[in-house]
């Protein structure tokens, strides 16, 4: 079966570092992708991996390993407003195009 | 460009009534999926389209549940007879797959109760 595993929950305070933590069983694995989706609104995509390594997108990083099936966002140097829940998602091989399945996100707060 | 547009943003309706989800792709956009989300179910896929053709509908929950796409800018998710569980926001995305690990832009969702 398919299944995505991410913590629930993270709290960090302003200007640190957090890493949310992504790991996945797929039948197929095409790449990983992260959302952010604020309080109310809808999910936005944030970084893609489809190869091992890391891909560096401002504040925000993402790395996958594709051999220990796991995956994570890297939030640098925290802002109140990177207040979210963030949603690791795979790719899966499938036809014409395969379906992104969504993790049950994790909730981030940022405190002062 | 105005991003994928839903409508209506808000929806009430009592058990039994009948409720249709719009939605408006991207233009130029050739996927187009439709999304429920829940607290306790999360994010969930129901149906998508690649050039208004439906290609998996593994995740429609039931026979209440239809999508069509007549053309490429517009499909309906309906609901017939609604109830209680149905009560969600519906997202609606669109996408084209052109690297950036097939990017998909959400709009804002239609928030449905059922009562």
């Known amino acids: 079966g398919q299944s995505l595993e991410q913590p629930s929950e993270v709290t960090a305070v302003e200007g640190a570092i957090v890493q949310i933590n992504c790991t996945y069983q797929?039948?197929?694995?095409?790449?990983l992708s992260w959302y952010q989706q604020h309080d109310g609104g809808a999910p936005t995509f944030l970084s893609y991996?489809?190869?091992?390594g890391l891909e560096e997108t401002g504040r925000f990083s993402s790395f996958l390993s594709r051999s220990d099936s796991y995956g994570y966002l890297l939030l640098q140097e925290l802002q109140m407003k990177d207040s979210a829940s963030y949603f690791c998602?795979?790719?899966?091989?499938?036809?014409?195009?395969?379906?992104?399945?969504f993790g049950q996100g994790t909730e981030l707060s940022v405190k002062p | 460009d105005a991003g994928v547009i839903q409508s209506p943003r808000h929806e009430v309706t009592e058990m039994g009534q009948e409720v249709t989800l719009r939605c408006k792709p991207i233009?130029?956009?050739?996927?187009l999926f439709w999304y429920r989300q829940t607290m306790m179910r999360g994010l969930e896929l129901l149906i998508y389209?690649?050039?208004?053709?439906?290609?998996?509908d593994s995740g429609m929950p039931e026979d209440r549940f239809s999508a069509k796409m007549p053309n490429a800018s517009f499909s309906t998710l309906k609901i017939q007879p609604s109830e209680p569980r149905d009560s969600a926001v519906y997202f609606c995305?669109?996408?084209?797959?052109?690297?950036?690990?097939?990017?998909?832009?959400f709009g804002p969702g239609t928030r449905l109760t059922v009562t």
């Open positions: 233009s130029g956009h050739d996927y």
């Open positions: 995305a669109s996408s084209i797959d052109i690297g950036r690990g097939w990017e998909q832009y």
């Open positions: 991996n489809a190869l091992d």
């Open positions: 797929t039948s197929g694995f095409y790449g």
């Open positions: 998602a795979v790719r899966e091989l499938g036809n014409q195009g395969g379906k992104l399945i």
């Open positions: 389209f690649n050039n208004n053709v439906p290609i998996d």
